[in-house]
């Protein structure tokens, strides 16, 4: 499991290290059931504070990615995953996308246009 953290990425540590959870999962390198190291054994491995990785879960869990469990582990599940709350949190953030394009006098197909050359990058 390779997680990649840089110093140069202006997000919080622990936001690096939920997105980076998600790709993992996204990539299929985490699976459903599977179980997450432990945030102290994490922590370790990355040369973070241990508050990190707890931030990192606890957004994980909150977003209804992990499941969190006692003496600090986690289960990767989507039981708790709620699609409503997901799609308001995304909706807001492509509202402000929306607008800021509108701001700039950018067209409907230029905006279509900036998704697709943002998917294409993700296919590289």
Do not use: H
């Not at 622990?14 to 922590?43: C, F, H, N, T, V």
Request: aromatic letters at 8%; glycine letters at 4%.
């Amino acid at each position: 499991m390779l997680i990649r953290l840089y110093d140069e990425d202006k997000r919080d540590l622990y936001i690096q290290l939920a997105d980076e959870m998600i790709r993992l999962m996204a990539e299929g390198q985490l699976q459903i059931g599977d179980e997450l190291p432990s945030i102290r054994k994490l922590a370790g491995s990355l040369q973070v504070n241990t508050k990190t990785v707890q931030a990192a879960y606890q957004k994980l869990a909150d977003e209804g990615f992990i499941l969190l469990r006692k003496k600090a582990t986690a289960i990767v599940t989507l039981e708790n995953f709620n699609e409503q709350e997901w799609l308001e949190r995304w909706g807001t953030i492509f509202n402000r996308f929306q607008n800021e394009c509108k701001a700039r006098k950018i067209s409907n197909d230029e905006m279509l246009r900036y998704f697709e050359v943002l998917l294409r990058k993700e296919e590289i």
